[in-house]
């Protein structure tokens, strides 16, 4: 911050109680977690211009301050998230499920719309809305501007084939090009490179890597996997995320169950996967295990983003993003996993012809997904909103299944130090 022009103080401020109070008040946040990824409460994002949300400017009086100072433990970010869960309105919960997407290559009124009448979470950029670097960092800030609590921005950079940053800066390798590489410390650079590369822009969240086990040549998996073998993925793909997340740019390692055995692209139709269940825990779900239960924070995957298909094995009904099964009882329950669940774009051929895009959206919350990627402009989210509160109302969702999915997405905000990790003034 340039302070040119900044006038010397000449004298005491009368203020300046005040001011020591509010530095004691900012003192008292940084608390030790406890559980997973114990650090310290940060105040600062990744240089990410400011929300104008009302968390902003946390108001703590004294005897506030006194009880902060005297916690008989320390307080997790899921704690601190549950305190702004309560104070926020129906619509601000709502508005965090969704990863949405703009419509136009430019920032212009309709997100900016979007963002404010919906309070929106978070927003994926494709590579035709990255032309230049600073035309990419005008537009994220401006997105930050305008939403009421810090957003989530995304894109889904993997690098070689899909190489979304390709306007602005050098070529990434993809996957396989890196584990052909051989070398991990290779595969570590890489996902430390693109995760400085994004965080320039003020891309916080990569809808990368993919952990695929390619049991089959797929459509759309050529030049994206990692490996055949379950060793080949968790080896390199837990390299590039452990390295992008230390750096501090959230991974969200995909598609879970995985893709790999599946033969038609499920941008076009829905794979089904007829392995039996035995197969899919030892291959598919083997680099997901290995990375949630690692006793290393680093390796857990900040996000996972699910997708379209079917294991008549597990669910024969529902699409993965769709399945109670697959998303709550494997995912969750049986692998342990806590973090932020986002689904695939609800439009892909696999749901939109049998579920409208509102209706996958109840389903999707209500088998346990945590954000909504792929709506667009008001129109779309109006009818969102509308299925929600309808489902909240006739008891299909409940309100503590918002409330556990708006926590976790506010609780990785203030882990990555995108949201500041403050009380929420009363």
């Known amino acids: 911050m340039s302070t ?24 008292a946040v940084f608390l030790l977690l406890e559980g997973d990824g114990q650090r310290t409460l940060f105040l600062a994002g990744n240089g990410l211009a400011a929300s104008s949300g009302s968390f902003v400017q946390p108001v703590l009086n004294p005897a506030q301050v006194d009880e902060l100072h005297h916690l008989g433990k320390p307080i997790s970010y899921k704690q601190l998230a549950s305190l702004y869960v309560a104070r926020m309105t129906l619509d601000e919960e709502l508005g965090q499920l969704f990863m949405v997407q703009n419509r136009y290559p430019l920032y212009g009124a309709d997100i900016e719309q979007t963002l404010e009448q919906f309070h929106i979470g978070g927003v994926i950029l494709y590579q035709w809305q990255m032309l230049t670097l600073n035309q990419t960092r005008h537009d994220i800030a401006q997105m930050q501007k305008h939403a009421t609590f810090p957003l989530l921005i995304s894109t889904d950079e993997e690098g070689g084939t899909v190489d979304r940053l390709s306007n602005i800066y050098p070529y990434h390798p993809g996957a396989t090009e890196i584990a052909q590489n051989g070398n991990v410390q290779f595969a570590a650079r890489e996902g430390a490179r693109t995760a400085h590369d994004l965080l320039s822009l003020g891309i916080n969240v990569d809808i990368a890597p993919v952990v695929d086990v390619a049991v089959v040549n797929g459509p759309d998996q050529v030049g994206r996997t990692f490996g055949s073998t379950p060793q080949q993925v968790t ?19 995909k598609h879970y169950p995985g893709l790999g055995a599946a033969q038609v692209d ?14 899919i825990n030892a291959r598919d779900l083997a680099p997901y295990r290995a990375f949630i239960q690692s006793n290393d924070p680093s390796l857990h ?41 986002v689904t695939d774009s609800l439009f892909m051929a696999g749901i939109y012809p049998q579920w409208s895009f509102p209706q996958a959206v109840v389903l999707a919350i209500k088998a346990g997904d945590d954000m909504i990627l792929g709506a667009s402009g008001v129109r779309e989210m109006t009818d969102n909103f509308a299925a929600l509160k309808q489902a909240l109302r006739n008891g299909t969702l409940t309100k503590q299944r918002i409330d556990e999915s708006v926590t976790r997405i506010l609780a990785l905000k203030m882990q990555y130090h995108i949201m500041p990790a403050v009380p929420p003034h009363v």
């Open 4 to 27: 040119t022009g900044k006038p010397i103080p000449q004298a005491r401020s009368p203020h300046l109680k005040g001011t020591l109070l509010l530095i004691l008040a900012l003192l």
């Open 235 to 253: 080896t390199f793909a837990g390299a590039y995320l452990q390295a992008m997340q230390q750096a501090g740019e959230i991974a969200c390692p």
């Open 266 to 279: 499920a941008h076009f139709s829905l794979p089904v996967i007829n392995s039996s269940r035995q197969e």
């Open 301 to 341: 995957p900040g996000m996972i983003m699910t997708t379209d298909l079917l294991m008549p094995s597990i669910d024969p009904v529902m699409p993965a993003e769709l399945s109670y099964p697959l998303i709550t009882q494997v995912l969750r329950q049986q692998l342990g996993y806590d973090g932020v669940v």
